[in-house]
């Protein structure tokens, strides 16, 4: 875990993102992958982005790493989620938070950013992307509810 800190905060070398990468290839577990990712991320590396999101098989589990890396290079505020119910929400949190030292939103990749989270919103895991949206385009997130809305109307009257 140490690596995969030295990699988020910008610290690394390559011998760490070798030891991370092989560790997440051999057992891709969420809070491992996710970091790598953002760590790919800080060295605007979105090729690896991609292919270590990738590593993830559970949607939910992508969902999580692949809103991660698009909220930092969006710029959504990092936080440490203090309510977090799971270890793996905090240590995302704490991850994210690092990230957001190695790599200012600023000089971030937001046209990935952008693809990754309309990719996102074409997955079982969609909803992942409402914190990020709502970070950034606080608007999108009403037209979010309003199908949602419709959806829940449709459901009652069917039922009806």
């Known amino acids: 875990m140490d690596a995969l800190f030295r990699i988020v905060a910008g610290t690394s070398d390559d011998a760490d993102l070798l030891i991370v990468e092989d560790e997440a290839t051999r057992a891709p577990e969420p809070v491992l992958v996710t970091g790598l990712a953002l760590?790919?991320?800080?060295?605007?590396?979105?090729?690896?982005?991609?292919?270590?999101t990738d590593l993830?098989?559970?949607p939910d589990q992508r969902a999580t790493a692949v809103a991660?890396?698009?909220?930092?290079?969006?710029?959504?505020?990092?936080?440490?989620d203090l309510a977090a119910t799971?270890?793996?929400e905090w240590a995302i949190s704490v991850l994210r938070v690092l990230a957001l030292h190695a790599l200012?939103?600023?000089?971030a990749d937001h046209a990935t950013a952008k693809d990754l989270v309309h990719q996102l919103l074409g997955t079982a895991g969609w909803?992942?992307?409402l914190p990020v949206l709502a970070g950034r385009v606080p608007d999108a997130v009403h037209v979010v509810v309003d199908v949602l809305d419709h959806h829940?109307?449709?459901?009652?009257?069917?039922?009806?």
Request: charged letters at 25%.
């Open 56 to 58: 993830l098989t559970v």
């Open 39 to 52: 760590g790919y991320a800080t060295r605007d590396d979105t090729e690896s982005v991609r292919r270590v």
């Open 127 to 129: 909803y992942r992307a």
């Open 68 to 80: 991660a890396v698009a909220a930092h290079l969006l710029g959504v505020p990092a936080h440490l």
């Open 152 to 160: 829940r109307e449709v459901k009652g009257t069917a039922t009806s």
């Open 86 to 88: 799971a270890d793996d």
């Open 104 to 107: 200012p939103a600023a000089t």
